[in-house]
């Protein structure tokens, strides 16, 4: 499979997500259905974006804006609702809602060793966080005996 069908499957899966508040609203959702939804929306936002940008060495670039042309994290990428969203304001969503110094560890940001992408259901988004920084950190324990 090429990056070109990888991608559209990906964008598939974000419109997808995308769509589901229209049927069901985000109010009627416990927190942690909330919380894995805003999660997986970012995170594929984010794997979507660096895909498009493959073969890049550095995030530097994109984490720099200007006027004609915002920073990646402010580029409104998303809609959910009919509201255009940025990943800035997804990650604003998830700090108001949720403890930020542990859903920092869910927010997959492409850099080398940070978080891995995982992908939360309701159960998962609930206990993954403090399971998160342990494995981050069994993660880079393992790489440094490397």
Known sequence: MCIRDSLR???QIKTELEAIPEQAPLRLWTKNEQLAYWLN?????IIIELTKQYPMKSLRPLLKGSRKEPALWDQKLMTV???PLSLNDVHDILVEKWDSTLVMYGLFQGYVGGPNTVSYTHLRAHETPEHLVCRLLLEKKKTNKL
């Open 9 to 11: 499957i990906l964008e």
């Open 41 to 45: 929306l970012h995170n594929i936002t």
């Open 81 to 83: 609702s009919g509201i």
